[in-house]
């Protein structure tokens, strides 16, 4: 059908012969063009992969994700196997689709020909020869989406047989759980599996076409115009290509003004999410700082993006509108500008149709471009099913080889393992270190000052709004007496400690005695995360200022957040100078190590915690209250499970039908 319709009608059995793009020096040049385009999108490609620190390391990183791409490319399909014959007819029925879309050009343009010049019978013979088409047409479509089908399922089968060999062999499934630590290992088996099958399939299919369309298409319109013609447009192509990596920067820039309008977001609503912690600890001022600063740079951000907005949209607009026709009405005029013999003796009626001929040819080598583009576009979106399912082949390789890739956390400088026999020996030395300071800035030791105590007397806890939730509250608290306080969700264990803080106002008959607001810490149940390093959220709500002022090193830092983080969970992932979202970063039990490193710091003489211990372990549950009581904090504790905190405490406060029963812990304390 493609030899009966496109060689006879359209141009003429006489002179037409199967075209050759690599017989003349003009078709190798636009190959070249073809060539040189193509390594450019490959250079840029690192580009299009997650944004990395510098350009070292995200060309790094994109060489480790087309190497791991190749690797598994290799698995999916072998050399000489069915699936390799797939790639084949996938190419030969993308061949043959462009070669019909070249039919097609020519057929529109004889049509309109032959409608201009009133021939009605040659027309009625055309749109015969284009419902013809369509039968063919039809067809290929079809053959492409089954051998498309068809290569993504033998793909995925190759791949899951590949790794269900290795993952089931020597209980290896069990090995690489428990004792590597791999996560969801059957997720990446089964969905990331098929769904890099699957996007590989339509990438291979999305790459060939536009690279076919390309090639056929420029030696159509060197044919066509002659050699000027591919040369002009892909000068143009090119230019519009430098243009698009200029606008990359303006789009980065957009990305970074996002990020902060999202922190400036996040950073208000973490204030109200932590409200307590912020109000007890007066953080107010340091989260002021941080909000403004985020403000400044969203702002700051903004206005140099409106500006190089504007000029490069200025040279992509007369580049890609304006150039455009340009560029084609340049391809059209050379062979009359050139005064080539092709032209001289052509008809009104020939050039008219060699006219629509050419314009459908940009347009398709434009789309095909912009295929080639996209199709880059996709290979860079694979990179995360790429790397999962890798990692895990590399990882049960390694178990099958009895080599470990995960290795003990390392160590920040010289900070050792914190045993809990070695606790109570540095905590005094903290103590010691903490009182140094303050005598040195003329604040007093801990020491020497006057030890508080905490006293309620017939306290009735009202909310703002006047609701009574617990009534004749009365306890004495001495400094190292811990208290618990216990009772069900809602009945006014937080509402106490808000009280005793000074957030929440107590009746004007009561009589409440607490320490100084700089004496009391309070710890949530997951601790404020503000926009910071790991450094700014140990010390919060200290600035970086008061860290330099006291005299505080890293390595003070580290040994606090080791008394709760034991294995080194934390600093064996970051450093104290990384800036992450911690919110999202951090696991339950890594967030409530950080809450108990602040207050380590801090060193206050009460802690409130309010179910700060739940994602702690029942061994390091009790380390956490040795810690406090060699520190000489003193721990007034919520919870709702109260069992396996009783014989950490001197005294309980149960809460039950809004009145508070106050009961001395023999074992406790």
């Not at 420029?218 to 040369?231: E, I």
């Not at 001022?285 to 600063?293: R, Y």
């Not at 003990?408 to 045993?419: A, I, K, N, Q, Y």
Request: proline share 4%; with cysteine.
């Amino acid at each position: 059908t493609v030899s009966v319709l496109y060689w006879g009608p359209f141009h003429g059995a006489s002179n037409m012969t199967i075209p050759s793009v690599t017989s003349t020096p003009p078709a190798r040049l636009f190959i070249g063009f073809t060539a040189l385009f193509v390594g450019l999108k490959l250079y840029s490609l690192t580009s299009e992969l997650p944004s990395q620190q510098n350009p070292q390391t995200r060309q790094r990183n994109s060489l480790e994700f087309l190497r791991r791409f190749c690797r598994l490319y290799s698995i999916c399909i072998p050399k000489g196997s069915n699936e390799s014959m797939y790639v084949v007819g996938l190419t030969i029925l993308l061949s043959i689709r462009t070669f019909l879309s070249i039919v097609n050009v020519n057929l529109g343009a004889l049509t309109a020909t032959h409608f201009v010049l009133r021939r009605w019978n040659s027309l009625n013979r055309s749109l015969t020869k284009f419902l013809m088409l369509s039968i063919p047409a039809a067809l290929v479509n079809a053959a492409l989406k089954y051998v498309q089908d068809a290569l993504s399922i033998s793909m995925r089968k190759n791949l899951s047989t590949h790794i269900n060999n290795i993952y089931l062999r020597d209980q290896n499934f069990f090995k690489i759980q428990h004792y590597y630590g791999v996560k969801d290992p059957q997720r990446v088996i089964t969905e990331s599996v098929d769904e890099y099958s699957g996007e590989v399939a339509n990438i291979l299919s999305k790459l060939i076409k536009p690279v076919i369309d390309i090639v056929v298409y420029t030696d159509g319109l060197r044919r066509t115009v002659g050699w000027q013609g591919p040369v002009i447009i892909w000068i143009y192509f090119l230019l519009r290509h430098q243009i698009s990596l200029m606008l990359k920067p303006v789009k980065h820039a957009i990305n970074v003004q996002a990020s902060f309008e999202k922190r400036h977001a996040e950073a208000h609503k973490s204030i109200l999410t932590n409200a307590d912690e912020i109000a007890l600890n007066q953080g107010v001022a340091t989260d002021n700082i941080i909000i403004t600063d985020l403000l400044g740079k969203a702002t700051k951000q903004s206005w140099q993006n409106r500006t190089k907005s504007a000029v490069i949209t200025a040279f992509d607009t007369l580049v890609s509108k304006y150039g455009a026709s340009v560029a084609g009405y340049g391809v059209l005029l050379s062979p009359h500008l050139l005064g080539q013999r092709r032209v001289r003796h052509k008809t009104s009626t020939v050039m008219m149709r060699e006219y629509i001929i050419i314009l459908k040819t940009l347009t398709e080598l434009n789309r095909g471009i912009c295929e080639l583009e996209d199709s880059f576009t996709l290979l860079a979106s694979i990179e995360g099913s790429t790397m999962r399912v890798s990692k895990l082949i590399d990882s049960l390789k390694d178990v099958k080889s009895h080599v470990a890739t995960i290795t003990e956390s390392p160590h920040v400088g010289d900070t050792d393992f914190l045993r809990p026999e070695q606790a109570s020996e540095w905590a005094k030395m903290w103590v010691q270190r903490k009182n140094e300071t303050a005598s040195t800035l003329g604040g007093g030791s801990r020491e020497t000052t006057r030890p508080h105590h905490i006293e309620f007397r017939n306290v009735d806890i009202i909310t703002p709004s006047g609701e009574l939730l617990v009534g004749g509250v009365s306890f004495l608290i001495q400094p190292l007496q811990n208290l618990l306080i216990t009772g069900r969700r809602g009945s006014g264990k937080t509402a106490i400690l808000r009280v005793l803080g000074g957030t929440w106002p107590s009746a004007a008959t009561a009589s409440v005695v607490t320490p100084p607001r700089d004496k009391l810490h309070y710890v949530a149940e997951f601790p404020h995360l503000i926009d910071g390093t790991l450094r700014e959220q140990i010390i919060y709500p200290h600035t970086m200022a008061d860290l330099k002022s006291f005299g505080y090193t890293d390595e003070h830092l580290a040994k606090l957040l080791c008394l709760t983080d034991h294995k080194q969970t934390i600093l064996g992932t970051w450093s104290l100078n990384d800036n992450v979202c911690w919110a999202e970063c951090l696991s339950p039990h890594q967030k409530q190590c950080i809450s108990f490193a602040r207050l380590y710091y801090h060193l206050p003489s009460y802690a409130l915690i309010d179910g700060s211990t739940s994602w702690l372990s029942a061994e390091l549950e009790v380390f956490v209250y040795a810690t406090c009581r060699a520190l000489g904090i003193t721990c007034i504790t919520t919870s709702m499970d109260p069992l396996h905190l009783y014989h950490q405490h001197t005294f309980a406060l149960n809460i039950m039908a809004k009145r508070a029963n106050l009961v001395k812990n023999n074992i406790g304390g």
